[in-house]
């Protein structure tokens, strides 16, 4: 009899995880606590084993094809000056920009519509407000009021996963690594081409603009500061502290801020990875962010997405005992995310310098690294190993 499955979380781990239960045959369903699927968010990149997953799911073609088509990223000064150049097509897949660099919409949109095509049905607007796991299933009552029964129950809820406290008792909340972010999308300059640009600012300040594919330019402010309270503030208070700490950064910013004034996708976060002990308790397990968010500095948490979501629906393949397939899970999954979750200790202050000789000296560091010689430097400092380990071939692609 065909095992239902229930899913929280419909971005990427969630309806990635769905494409392969739905394929191996269990009865999935997916929770999403967005009234409708989201379609926000900026310029991710799929990496190293993140990709093998991608290509057995069938899926590396399409999400090429819908990719941002961005070719490379430059490093600038204030009058725009390149100081350090990485193109795409000389520092390879995994480069500093990745072959695979999409919007996370588009992704989510791409893995939703593949794993609908499995026979995964979706929910809106709903969540888990309490659960209880006996005699061998997991009784889940739902804010909606509504009370069902699953087999087991998969949280992939993104870092602020509330499921997560539930299940573990207590609040496990990122732990911050020092820097703040601002993300929106505002029209498309003269100087905005497919090379993403990249300045930094005295003060711990940075401006990435990088192109998307539909005309307009997707932009990342990242301001190196202590927590201080800024994640607690109201949107708009939010978008006014970055007004603020970049009103004399000097370059582009002048316009980035007044399309910051005028974004409707604008998003603030404090930047921050998940260190949990266990990733399962009894009949739920935690996949994604939800169980060891990187942060967007590693540039992993999409490929640990993926490649989470096939070792976990490769090992449930493999037994029924679902304690038993979690184990196994965490088990090859551990290494893989302690991996994706490190990065140079040094990146976030060589990245956002404080003061002006701290900017020259990254690009004289990042000028070396764009050399020939020392590309491998390069692609640590911003992608992590490219040299993933093997996966396990758990046969779930075998219908293809
Ligand atoms: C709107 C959005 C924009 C993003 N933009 C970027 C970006 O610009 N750059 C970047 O590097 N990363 C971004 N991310 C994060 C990136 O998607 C993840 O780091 C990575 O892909 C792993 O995805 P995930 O599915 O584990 O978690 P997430 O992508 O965070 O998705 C979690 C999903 O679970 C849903 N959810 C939350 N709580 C519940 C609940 N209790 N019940 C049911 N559903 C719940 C959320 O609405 C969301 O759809 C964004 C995520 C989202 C949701």
Known sequence: MA???LITGASVAGPALAFWLARAGDEVTVLERAPAFRDG??????????????RRMGLEQ???EQGTGETGIRFVDERDKTCAQFDQAEFGVDGPTAELEILRGDLARI????SRREGATYRYGDHITEFEQQGGGVGVTLFGGTRERFDAVIAAEGIGSSTRKLLLGRDHDREPIGLYMAYFTIPRGHGDGDVARWYAAPGGRS?????????????VMTLREAPCGYEDLPLEEQREVMIHHFADAGWETPRVLEGLRAAEDFYFETVGQVHIDRWSEGRIALTGDAA???????GMGTS????GAYVLAGEMSRTRDMPNAFAAYERVMRPIVQKGQ???KFGPRLLQPSTRFGIAFQHTVLAFAATPAVRSVAGKLFAGDENGPDLPDYNLDARI
């Open 41 to 54: 968010g900026q310029n991710i990149d799929i990496r190293g084993v993140g990709r093998t997953v991608l």
């Open 207 to 219: 401006v990435l603009l990088r192109p998307d594919r539909y005309g307009t330019t997707r932009v």
């Open 304 to 307: 640990l997405g993926l490649i």
């Open 111 to 114: 893995l939703v519509e593949a």
């Open 62 to 64: 399409v999400v090429k």
């Open 3 to 5: 095992r239902r499955i």
């Open 292 to 298: 060891w968010a990187t942060g967007p500095i590693t």
């Open 342 to 344: 490190d990065y140079p």
